[in-house]
């Protein structure tokens, strides 16, 4: 029994910018369901992409070929495969703020090719759409996710305490009243200081016993010659 073959929906939506590159890109869904990705080939190229899957399933061979209608970075171009679809985020190679005109080079309208709502946005309110960083983390860690890196708005908050999270360094003898402490230590020392040794007072105390004892040999050798 042969299987037969059809073409899949392909959905599109894009965005342009000419000073970043993550921005000037082509959002791009081939809808086949239940096809795995072991029963997948895709061929990319700078101008073209050529998909062929099969499903067990449905019994089914999907297949379609785009020529697109300006050249894309396929290096820096991303790919997300899911129990339904599979989603490219194809990264243009020319830098500009116009939209392509269409996706495909040749003008002629195609039944498969239709317009993604969710994710299209008109040239003129780029700005007003919220970042599509969320969106594109799903491929990977792509495009997306190397632009919120970039930003490490973390780093910035070590300038309000010295990178050190907040710890109280009085607490640790380090601070203002940590100082002051270590000084009332240094007062202790200096009483100590100005106690007499023990040597020089056990010194005059046998100093004291024997002036006591030379006294008392002095006054009975008085009363001897008397």
């Given amino acids: 029994m042969s ?45 073209s992409l050529t998909f062929t899957g099969h499903s067990d399933t449905k019994k089914l061979t999907y297949h379609v070929e785009l020529n697109f ?81 970039g930003g490490m708005g973390g780093m910035g908050g070590m300038g309000g305490d010295g990178g050190f999270g907040g710890i109280d360094f ?5 601070g203002d009243g940590g100082m002051s402490d270590l000084g009332d230590m240094g007062g202790a020392e200096e009483s100590d200081d100005d106690m007499p040794d023990l040597e020089d007072e056990e010194g005059e105390k046998e100093t004291g016993v024997g002036k006591s004892k030379g006294e008392t040999g002095a006054a009975h050798k008085i009363e001897e010659v008397s």
């Fill in 3 to 47: 299987t037969a073959q059809t073409t899949p929906e392909v959905l599109w939506a894009q965005r342009s910018s000419a000073t970043v590159a993550s921005k000037n890109v082509v959002f791009l869904t081939i809808s086949v369901p239940d096809v795995p990705a072991s029963s997948c080939k895709i061929d990319l190229k700078p101008t």
């Fill in 69 to 149: 209608y300006g050249e894309i970075d396929v290096e820096e171009s991303k790919t997300n495969h899911t129990a339904r679809d599979i989603e490219f985020v194809l990264r243009k190679k020319d830098m500009k703020e116009e939209y392509w005109p269409r996706l495909l080079k040749d003008a002629q309208k195609v039944h498969f090719l239709k317009t993604d709502f969710d994710k299209w946005v008109d040239e003129d309110e780029q700005e007003e759409k919220a970042d599509d960083s969320d969106m594109m983390n799903q491929f990977g860690g792509g495009m997306g996710g190397m632009e919120g890196m």
């Fill in 170 to 174: 009085s607490k640790l003898g380090g």
